[in-house]
């Protein structure tokens, strides 16, 4: 399968930095004339995937973080969001809904708002190599959602 | 943010985008205000909140726990659908006696 069109960017791990990610996701998925709501849904997955990079991967610090991302004919929006942090010891225990390493005010809804507001999830992760997030979201857009 | 106090009433009109890098100054406000006044009801309204992110849920939740630990209640209302969307699908309702209007478009 070919993509249409694809970007890559690296940026910072700087949490102003939340905001432009999500920007630009948005921006580029604009191109397959997404509803609102699909917009929505896009700008918060990866606001939690760019956030969790922020303030899991590099705990103490600066570091990078990857996104490239792509769009196909079928209307799929691919976006994969990886940084070269610290990693995930038990992915399967992240992903539970209100689970957070931190506590605090943190939710522990990263991946499950992820998850449900995306048609899939994958994260692959090495402890002391970093994580990769994987987002498809399947734009059925404005054309169909008037009909 | 704006704010209104009526007795023991208080309320708070979010506004603008909600994320992990602008909550904590929101909280601020928010907690330095009801640390002063301690309302019986606490009302967060989102009509002016034009994105939010699970960070948002964990604001809520965090302003429940204070105001439910002297007494008083939280109400979430005006939530437009993004924020809706993202309140309930956090089961943020079953464990907290919040009330929450709006989600309509």
């Not at chain 1, 917009?39 to 991967?57: F, G, P, R």
């Not at chain 1, 610090?61 to 070269?84: H, M, P, T, W």
Request: charged share 25%; proline share 3%.
């Amino acid at each position: 399968m070919k993509p249409i069109n694809r970007f890559t960017m690296t940026f910072d791990s700087r949490s102003a930095n939340e905001g432009f990610a999500r920007l630009v996701a948005s921006g580029f998925a604009a191109l397959l004339d997404p509803t609102v709501e699909e917009l929505c849904d896009i700008k918060t997955a990866v606001s939690e995937a760019v956030t969790n990079c922020i303030v899991h991967a590099y705990p103490d610090g600066v570091g990078n973080i990857y996104i490239s991302a792509a769009i196909y004919e079928s209307g799929l929006f691919k976006i994969k969001i990886r940084d070269r942090g610290c990693g995930i010891e038990d992915v399967e225990k992240a992903k539970e809904p209100l689970y957070s390493s931190l506590g605090g005010e943190r939710a522990g809804l990263g991946f499950a708002v992820m998850e449900s507001f995306c048609d899939k999830l994958s994260v692959r992760s090495t402890l002391g190599k970093g994580t990769c997030v994987t987002l498809d979201k399947y734009i059925k857009g404005k054309a169909l959602a008037d009909r | 943010m704006e704010m209104i106090t009526s007795g023991k009433c208080m309320t708070f009109f979010l506004s603008g985008e909600i994320d992990h890098h602008n909550a904590a100054s929101i909280r601020k406000v928010i907690d330095e205000e009801t640390d002063k006044l301690m309302p019986q009801v606490l009302v967060l309204d989102f009509s002016g909140v034009t994105f939010m992110d699970s960070s948002g849920v964990g604001l809520v939740m965090g302003r429940y726990r204070n105001v439910s630990a002297h007494g008083g209640r939280l109400e979430a209302v005006n939530l437009p659908p993004w924020c809706y969307k993202i309140m309930k699908m956090s089961g943020l309702e079953k464990i907290a006696r919040i009330r929450m209007t709006g989600g309509k478009q």
